[in-house]
């Protein structure tokens, strides 16, 4: 029979734990987990990065709702377990579910430190450990003003450098000398206080807290000698404490932590333990790399192998900052019996430690430049001795045996058992390996068979080169594609930073993101273009010179140098006094060709330049606007006639057809736009091939999209009914702006749809109506300076050097 | 005697941006690049025929509006895999103003 295995905790070590064991004997056991977080695994590392905008919530999701379905695995969410009763073998949750077990994994991690002074429960006062921390954090960043971190630890400083960047004037409070005095010695503690110093984030070392202060409300922190620091927002982060309480309310033997064998198991037999709440051969342990191979034992023993025993192993620590290269590990204390072996490199803020025992490294700290921390860690771990090379080693690698100078040559000359990823303790040989056995071909693939490079990253660039030395010229490290060959950054990653780092100009992000060209080139311009106008309606200015001529110039280039016009017809109805006015300029600009577009309006073909502004003049007069036919932006709505005339409508499908485009005209989108409304489900307007479709019917209106009849032909998606007018309107609004802060440049909205999936999108604007109510509300905000005709800005003098030559030099003048 | 026809002032083209001159030849591009350097080539793409000045000016480049070739407006050849190239006219600056050479814009007149 299958046994039962109930796991309470849902965190990274319990979740590692379940994907080894799933390999190993995959229908062993019926498996139910209690989360006291009402959430799905995720990252908990990657928490900086999200703070600091780098990453999203969706990012860091390891174990998304449908892995628990296919594995039939039962996740109880948002239940905290209130008592194990182990004489029945059954736990029962806060919320009242009781469930038995066969065996049973606690992993409750750990429970942040709060320091015992006043006011330390006030609100504005919090931890940092879980994603709800984060929000708060976000949340409170966007009304700006000041923050104390207490705590200059690794995750107080990532939570600083974090805030900082989302805006908020920034105080770490440390109360030893240097941070990060337990991965630091004193001099790369003082090299980080002073790059962080230049970021602007203030630093108080030896600082005891005192209390904090406010009523209501957090103000500030008072220090043992009397300074008062003004805050709204103060995060403490000054430790974890195991979290036992349920293992002591059961009688299991508790110290520090929950106590177990090498093999995970308390002591009831039944019951094991893994993660932060766990304590082994005397210690906990804060960092993935011991808790993933805690998991890697208990999920060995639950199937059954009883060979793999837990043994501790120095894990390197790297702080995840952008910009601030960071590598310590093992011992690095001064002693008689040790010598130490130093680089400094004042102007490139690089300083370089070996510790050195009998010719070998005990411990090793890197700032400035991490690469050779791999291969010190690996001369450390083999304890290798060092004494032929002593005089070269601090120079790393590359030094060694001469002349590599291609940083590629570096991670060749590793051995297969170097590791690579110290997250999840992947080696080299085993990332060739499944590189050869299982056909890898990128980035993805390695992490998914590998785990290499899936937890915190810091790995990725070593696991691309490895990729590059397996696969030659065959690696495209574009498992993101870069935008164009001026950056290594892909589209998603640019649109991420660009907002993360609150980049408002072309050269901004060009500096920022470290671009190879002076000024970019025709592919980049323009998406970056958009991506600002798209991010900071209020404050960016749009650059002319990065939009292809159609849209500096507001009308379509033709083959030979003409142009088109097209006016718009507003849901393709016209008038007398319309027609009779394009007829009028017809006639007196001798245009050339007349055309019926497709999306219900009118084209005049073979424009001279010179004459582009005279002809918007005319068709201004008569009330006609820019029909925006060459932007990426929204184009046409095509509508039927409706229940005004057709026998067979059901609701004003021309009249919902004007109203959605007067409502979005002039709105810039990654490509082009195109929208219809049927009256009935004959749909006489097309809807269903358009990127957004509205078919009328008795009870309503049905929202489709992602509808493609050029290139590629495919009928749209349901998005969802609306009810009313109002709320069709609400919910295209809402899509239309999903669309617009989300696709890549010159990506359809079908492409993104294909990309994010349909779900993903029902999600965000059918399920979440706060939600579709913010992308409504922030497509508003930018229309208010969006709405602006072009050709009435054009008439009245704007850009007028692009319509005429610079200069005329006659025959005389030329003549020799 | 080496003679300049004065067209028009540097900050009548934008900064990355370019204008048209016409001339009994045919029409001249001029472009100013980020640099603030000054380019005047043929204004019609050896591929097509489309017309330069509309394209996007990137370093000392301009692509093509129509088909996106790339040309180099020091060289007037196209850039990459395509294969072609377009005359390139000298250019001076004197105290803001740009001068073309007339030799060079009455070439074919002369000729």
């Known amino acids: ?816 | 005697m080496t003679i300049w026809i004065d067209i028009g002032a540097l900050d009548d083209v934008p900064l990355r941006g370019s204008r048209c001159v016409a001339t009994p030849t045919g029409k001249v591009g001029v472009f100013r690049t980020a640099d603030d350097r000054v380019f005047a080539i043929r204004n019609e793409c050896p591929h097509k025929g489309g017309p330069l000045t509309e394209g996007i000016v990137h370093g000392h480049s301009v692509t093509c509006p129509l088909h996106n070739w790339v040309i180099s407006l020091e060289t007037g050849e196209a850039q990459g895999a395509d294969e072609g190239a377009v005359g390139t006219i000298p250019v001076r600056l004197d105290s803001g103003r740009i001068l073309l050479l007339r030799a060079a814009i009455a070439a074919k007149a002369a000729a």
């Open chain 1, 1 to 816: 029979m299958t046994e039962r295995l109930v796991i309470i905790g849902n965190g990274m070590a319990p979740g590692r734990m379940l994907e080894h064991l799933l390999d190993a004997a995959p229908a062993a056991y019926d498996v139910t987990i209690f989360n006291a977080e009402p959430r799905v695994n995720y990252d908990r590392i990657m928490l900086s990065p999200v703070l600091s905008g780098e990453k999203t919530y969706d990012d860091i999701v390891i174990h998304d709702d449908a892995w628990y379905a296919s594995h039939g695995i039962t996740l109880h969410r948002g239940h905290r377990i209130a008592s194990i009763d182990r004489d029945a073998k059954t736990v029962t949750s806060e919320g009242g579910i009781t469930a038995p077990y066969d065996r049973l994994v606690i992993a409750t991690g750990s429970n942040p430190f709060m320091i015992p002074v006043p006011g330390k429960d006030l609100p504005g006062v919090l931890a940092y450990r879980d994603l709800d921390d984060v929000q708060t954090m976000l949340r409170m960043a966007e009304r700006g003003g000041r923050a104390v971190v207490i705590g200059g630890g690794l995750l107080g400083l990532e939570a600083a450098a974090g805030l900082k960047q989302r805006g908020m004037e920034v105080t770490v409070l440390h109360v030893m000398p240097t941070l990060m005095e337990r991965q630091l010695d004193p001099a790369a503690g003082y090299l980080l206080e002073k790059e962080l110093k230049r970021r602007g984030i203030h630093v108080i070392t030896k600082a005891n807290t005192k209390a904090i202060l406010g009523r209501t409300h957090v103000q500030g922190v008072e220090l043992a000698d009397g300074t008062q620091i003004p805050a709204s927002l103060v995060v403490m982060a000054v430790g974890i404490r195991p979290n036992v309480q349920i293992a002591k309310d059961a009688g299991l033997e508790v110290g520090r932590g929950i106590v177990t064998t090498d093999a995970m198991q308390t002591s009831d037999p039944a019951i094991y333990s893994v993660g932060e709440c766990a304590e082994v051969g005397g210690q906990v342990y804060g960092l993935v790399a011991p808790l993933y191979e805690q998991a890697r034992v208990l999920a060995a023993h639950l199937s059954g192998d009883t060979a793999p025993r837990f043994v501790h192993v120095d894990t390197p620590t790297k702080l995840k900052v952008t910009g601030i290269d960071l590598y310590s590990l093992g011992d690095f204390a001064e002693g008689d019996d040790r010598e130490e072996i130093v680089l400094r490199d004042a102007s490139a803020g690089v300083y370089k430690r070996l510790v050195l025992k009998d010719n070998v490294i005990i411990g090793t700290v890197l700032y400035g430049e991490t690469a050779d921390g791999a291969w010190f860690n690996d001369l450390k771990k083999k304890a290798t001795d060092v004494s032929a090379m002593r005089d070269t080693l601090i120079f790393g690698q590359m030094f060694q045996g001469g002349t590599q100078s291609d940083p590629l040559q570096a991670v060749a000359a590793l051995p297969d058992d170097a590791e690579i990823c110290g997250c999840n303790g992947v080696c080299k040989g085993r990332i060739t390996g499944a590189i050869r056995s299982k056909g890898l071909t990128d980035l993805d693939g390695v992490r998914a068979h590998t785990k290499a490079s899936a937890s915190c990253g810091s790995c990725t660039g070593l696991v691309e080169k490895i990729l590059k030395l397996e696969l030659g010229d065959a690696f495209n490290p574009a498992a993101v594609q870069p935008m164009c060959p001026c950056t290594t950054h892909g589209h998603d990653e640019v649109r991420r930073l660009i907002r993360a780092k609150a980049l408002k100009t072309i050269p901004a992000v060009m500096q920022e993101l470290e671009w190879s060209t002076s000024c970019g080139c025709a592919k980049c311009r323009p998406a970056l273009n958009y991506y600002l106008v798209c991010d900071w309606p209020e404050d960016y200015r749009d650059d002319y010179q990065s939009r292809f001529i159609n849209e500096r110039v507001h009308a379509n280039i033709q083959k030979d140098g003409t142009y088109s016009v097209v006016p718009r017809m507003w849901g393709g109805m016209t008038s007398s006094s319309e027609l009779r006015a394009i007829a009028d300029v017809v006639d007196k600009f001798d245009i050339p060709a007349v055309k019926v577009t497709g999306g219900q309006r009118i084209d005049m073909l073979g424009i001279r330049k010179e004459d582009l502004p005279a002809v918007w003049a005319d068709l201004g007069k008569a009330g006609f606007v820019s029909g925006q036919a060459y932007a990426k932006g929204l184009r046409t709505v095509k509508t039927c006639v409706g229940n005004t005339w057709c026998r067979f409508g059901t609701q004003d499908s021309t009249g919902l057809g004007i109203r959605l485009e007067k409502f979005m005209w002039g709105s810039w989108t990654p490509a082009k736009l195109k929208l219809a409304v049927s009256g009935c489900p004959r749909n006489c307007a097309e809807a269903t091939c358009k990127d957004i479709g509205v078919i009328c019917v008795d009870s309503g209106f049905e929202i489709h999209f992602a509808g493609a009849a050029g290139l590629d032909i495919k009928g749209t998606e349901v998005l969802g009914h609306a009810a009313t007018e109002d709320e069709a309107l609400e919910i295209v609004v809402a899509l239309t702006q999903m669309y617009r802060e989300g696709a890549r440049y010159l990506e359809r909205i079908y492409k993104w749809t294909k990309r994010i999936g349909v779900p993903e999108i029902k999600k965000q604007i059918i399920d979440d109506l706060p939600r579709r109510r913010a992308f409504f509300d922030r497509f508003v905000h930018s229309q208010r300076f969006a709405q602006v005709d072009p050709w009435s800005e054009r008439v009245s003098g704007k850009d007028k050097h692009e319509f005429k030559p610079m200069a005329v030099v006659g025959y005389q003048e030329a003549a020799e």
